[in-house]
């Protein structure tokens, strides 16, 4: 029998993999988000597109962080001039400063809301439109059942959702749930100026994946690693205190 066993049971997988929301690469599909080692936490080891990621946010200054962190990896989607759409009621990121992820600030449309039911509804709506390369929102308070709308949204259209949440850490219908923080630049040859984007990336949790926590660099338009992933995980001698 062709293949044998190990593909019938990759097949399985992928199958499974499908029927939860993920989008699977295929012969027309030359999407590609490299994440570095982070991409050995994905299933297949492929960054979850058509799928809603969830990020969430402690401060002013994890949603500045964060907003950089999703825009480096939101440049890979926008290859070949694609147009994302950025969605807040109180925004953060400041555009020009995407040039530095390699992004054309006239390549995303903002929105910019004041009332939570029009935030949501225009999040659902542009999760709806096929043609986009990735929707971001900044939203304060979601629930399961709002963020449920959503994920269906993006399994029918396959565009990847990003919500930057700051409140009610109740749990919401997402793929994978992140939380960034910001690390000093380093400056070579003590060179006045300000050093690459750094950045604490926890992946807290990832549908069918392996959660860990790795050091990362935004450069030459690029992620790359600053120290080797760890795998979440409950030190052993915690384990013993607790046992």
Known sequence: ????????????QNRILSLQGYKLSTPGNNLQIDLGPINQAFPN???????????????????????GFVAAVVSSFMRNKRVSVWISSS????????????IEPDHIIFIDLQNHKDVLWVIEETLKCDGLAA???????LNFKESRRLQLAVEQSGVTGFILRSRNMNTIASVSRW????????LNDDMPGVGFP?????????????PGVWQMEWSNGCFNHI????????PQEQKRKTG
């Open 227 to 234: 120290s080797p992933p760890s795998i979440l995980s409950i």
């Open 45 to 67: 080891g492929c960054f979850p597109f058509g799928a809603v990621h969830e990020f969430i946010i402690g401060g002013t200054e994890d949603a500045a962080t964060t907003s």
């Open 1 to 12: 029998m062709p293949g044998g066993k190990p593909d019938i049971i990759a097949q399985l």
């Open 91 to 102: 925004r953060t990121i400041f555009p020009p400063a995407l040039k530095v992820f390699d």
């Open 179 to 186: 939380k960034i923080g910001s690390l000093p630049s380093v």
């Open 135 to 141: 929707v971001i929102a900044e939203i304060q308070q």
């Open 198 to 210: 750094r950045w604490n990336v926890e992946l807290l949790k990832i549908r069918n994946g392996k």
